[in-house]
């Protein structure tokens, strides 16, 4: 069984973008937590809005949902990524599409490790983090 697996639901392969596996671990690693599996699920903005709907009660587009069953430090999940919303991000924040799923997965892992983003104050702690991980693998 692979700790890191990528799959795509109803959307195209875009594997050639994805950033290596390595980045991530090593992520999960700075914040001394060890992987079981982490499974990430890329797909269209309708499949991630039913999920959405039918788990969180939310009627919103969201381009990531981080379903965590981790314990403790041993991160196990899965992080459902919509490329239709990462698409428009990289075009809102005038950035790649490879540094905005750079970005989206880290957020998702940083989620698994225990980050939070509901308040102001967390938002702004997994912006930093998110921005820390990035510049280190130069993305």
């Not at 880290?106 to 509901?118: A, M, N, R, S």
Request: a positive charge; one cysteine or more.
């Amino acid at each position: 069984m692979k700790k890191i697996n990528y799959f795509f639901i109803d959307t195209p392969e875009y594997k050639k973008i994805l950033p290596p596996k390595t980045w991530i671990l090593n992520c999960i690693k700075k914040e001394n937590c060890e992987i079981i599996k982490i499974d990430f699920m890329f797909c269209s903005d309708s499949y991630l809005n039913n999920l959405n709907n039918k788990y969180l009660n939310h009627n919103t587009l969201t381009d990531v949902i981080t379903l965590d069953h981790s314990i403790q430090n041993h991160l196990l999940g899965d992080v459902f990524i919509s490329l239709d919303r990462v698409k428009e991000n990289a075009k809102i924040y005038k950035t790649t599409l490879e540094k905005e799923i750079a970005r989206i997965m880290i957020h998702g892992v940083l989620h698994l490790i225990g980050y939070k983003d509901k308040s102001l104050d967390e938002k702004k702690i997994m912006a930093k983090m998110e921005n820390k991980y990035l510049k280190e693998k130069n993305i």
